[in-house]
């Protein structure tokens, strides 16, 4: 290769690269870049759609099961599962889990988050992961609503902001 060929081939690289590498310019912010740095969501990205493929319909009294959780990212943020494309704290603070409580028919809260399970990859927007999460059904026997939410740790529920959970009824035998 001559040297000005290369010159020119170089010149546009970086001249490519100082300009965003031709992507289209125009409004952004509905996509924002994702933070490397660990931190909270930003309120638009707790939003998620969460479904229990196969939850149970029976459990004995106390029985520890083991649930999928169907997530996929309905925001237009990019969520790193660690909170951050590197997070070193030894408090989990940051990362993304499902956990789970058992309600009663009315609604009332019977435990709270007996279960939690992180989440396994990134996710960038619209995309799905599934995950093991190990519950343990009330003590007493009944009817119970079993209810999978995400949460961010130490930062917020996806509920708390807005996004809608995944219920199961359950009975629960002796």
């Given at each position: 290769?001559?040297?000005?060929?290369?010159?020119?081939?170089?010149?546009?690289?970086?001249?490519?690269?100082?300009?965003?590498?031709?992507?289209?310019?125009?409004?952004?912010?509905?996509?924002?870049?994702?933070?490397?740095?660990?931190?909270?969501?930003p309120d638009a990205g707790f939003k998620a759609q969460l479904t229990l493929p196969e939850p149970p319909t029976r459990l004995r009294a106390g029985q520890k099961e083991t649930v999928q959780v169907r997530i996929r990212n309905a925001s237009d943020v990019?969520?790193?599962?660690?909170?951050?494309?590197?997070?070193?704290?030894?408090?989990?603070?940051?990362?993304?889990?499902?956990?789970?409580?058992?309600?009663?028919?009315?609604?009332?809260?019977?435990?709270?988050?007996?279960?939690?399970?992180?989440?396994?990859?990134?996710?960038?927007?619209?995309?799905?992961?599934?995950?093991?999460?190990?519950?343990?059904?009330?003590?007493?026997?009944?009817?119970?609503?079993?209810?999978?939410?995400?949460?961010?740790?130490?930062?917020?529920?996806?509920?708390?902001?807005?996004?809608?959970?995944?219920?199961?009824?359950?009975?629960?035998?002796?």
């Amino acid at each position: 290769m001559n040297g000005k060929l290369f010159a020119a081939l170089l010149a546009c690289a970086l001249l490519a690269v100082g300009c965003g590498g031709g992507r289209p310019s125009g409004n952004t912010a509905s996509a924002p870049a994702p933070s490397k740095t660990p931190g909270p969501l930003p309120d638009a990205g707790f939003k998620a759609q969460l479904t229990l493929p196969e939850p149970p319909t029976r459990l004995r009294a106390g029985q520890k099961e083991t649930v999928q959780v169907r997530i996929r990212n309905a925001s237009d943020v990019f969520w790193w599962s660690r909170g951050g494309e590197v997070n070193d704290r030894s408090d989990n603070f940051f990362y993304i889990a499902a956990g789970n409580r058992w309600l009663k028919p009315d609604g009332s809260l019977v435990t709270d988050m007996d279960g939690r399970y992180g989440i396994s990859k990134d996710l960038k927007p619209g995309e799905e992961t599934e995950i093991p999460l190990a519950v343990t059904a009330p003590k007493e026997p009944g009817d119970y609503l079993l209810e999978v939410d995400l949460v961010q740790e130490q930062v917020a529920w996806f509920s708390d902001k807005g996004s809608p959970t995944a219920r199961a009824k359950v009975t629960v035998v002796r």
